[in-house]
């Protein structure tokens, strides 16, 4: 294994924090699992450990491009970084083919509790280069990845897939049963189809048959902005688990069943983030999106034009507001 993936202390994986495992104990006790969904650039480290602070199961990282994860270290040191205390923990990968996901899977499974496969990205670039929404034309490839990323990695190792609905659910269900027939752990259901907004209902009727048809967890994405509506959703369909993800970025706390940012999350953030610094633009971005039910749209946006650094934007919360550092 490369060197340069290599996370100084962070121990051994452990077996308690698979995935699949704790979809099961969360069944055995009568409730759904609390998913943090993968975001492109927000779900790092610091975020992610803000989620665990707010009744949040199990965290992703962003999607990553698994050919450029494998070849290149910058790739490697830029994209994944992790902690002794950030778990439970899954790997989102795009691929197109068996080699770079179970290599890139290779790679990450000593500092993560599982791998996931990306087959729901509707960006066009993704689907020019044959990654993300593209994999749905393909159940048989996408099995054989599930199958190469298990044989790399060990069949104990957690591989699940995150997929979009098709317009005939029929196709839908044909891909599940191939994947489930690879050997893969959880499939998360996002459910829109591919050419469809953000603004148009999750298809709460395809995630239900799914659930109704699969012999492994499900877990269902999209439309979660509370946690009334979690329990809806997963009333309505039976899955296992309801995953969120621009929900936790204006309402990092609501699985918690806050409707609000608490302030207490704004200043727990802060602390994450100085431990593990992000871009600039993402960490202001992170804040601007949590105030959004706490300040007027104009002071938002006076703090997204005012300030230039991470200096000048600690000056101006500390000019306006109490925040607190840890230990205070």
């Known amino acids: ?21 704790l979809l099961d104990a969360a069944a ?47 790739a490697r040191l830029t994209e994944f970084t992790t902690s002794p205390h950030d778990r ?20 990450v499974a000593p500092f993560a509790d599982g791998v996931n496969l990306n087959c729901g990205c509707p960006q066009s670039w993704a689907l020019h280069d044959g990654v993300g929404c593209a994999m749905m034309s393909q159940p048989a490839l996408v099995a054989d990845m599930v199958r190469a990323a298990k044989a790399r990695c060990g069949r104990d190792f957690c591989v699940s897939v995150k997929i979009r609905v098709h317009a005939d659910i029929a196709e839908t269900l044909r891909f599940v049963a191939a994947v489930e027939a690879a050997g893969v752990d959880y499939i998360t259901v996002h459910g829109r189809r591919r050419t469809q907004r953000s603004s148009e209902p999750v298809n709460l009727d395809a995630i239900r048959a799914v659930k109704a048809a699969a012999t492994v967890p499900v ?21 296992d688990g309801v995953m969120a993800a621009r929900g936790l970025m204006t309402n990092p706390a609501l699985f918690t069943g806050a ?9 727990r953030f802060w602390a994450h983030a100085m431990r593990a610094p992000v871009p600039y633009r993402i960490l202001l971005q992170h804040l601007a999106d949590m105030m959004e039910g706490l300040v007027t749209k104009r002071e938002r946006a006076r703090m997204m034009e005012g300030c230039a650094c991470v200096v000048e934007l600690l000056e101006w919360f500390d000019g306006r ?3 607190r550092r840890p230990g205070e």
């Open 219 to 239: 877990v269902a994405n999209g439309d979660v902005f509370s946690l009334s509506d979690a329990l809806r959703i997963a009333a309505a369909t039976g899955v």
């Open 1 to 21: 294994m490369p060197v340069d993936v290599v996370a100084p202390g962070v121990p051994p994986r452990d077996p308690t924090h698979h995935p699949r495992r």
């Open 88 to 107: 439970p923990l899954v790997v989102q990968f795009a691929a197109s083919n068996a080699t770079d996901f179970a290599r890139a899977a290779e790679m």
């Open 321 to 323: 507001y109490v925040l």
């Open 259 to 267: 409707l609000a940012t608490p302030w207490g999350c704004v200043e």
């Open 28 to 74: 055995a006790e009568g409730r759904i699992l609390f998913v943090q969904a993968p975001m492109v650039r927000y779900s790092k480290l610091p975020f992610r450990a803000l989620m665990h602070d707010y009744a949040v199961d199990v965290c992703y990282t962003p999607m990553m491009l698994a050919k450029e994860f494998t070849r290149s270290q910058r």
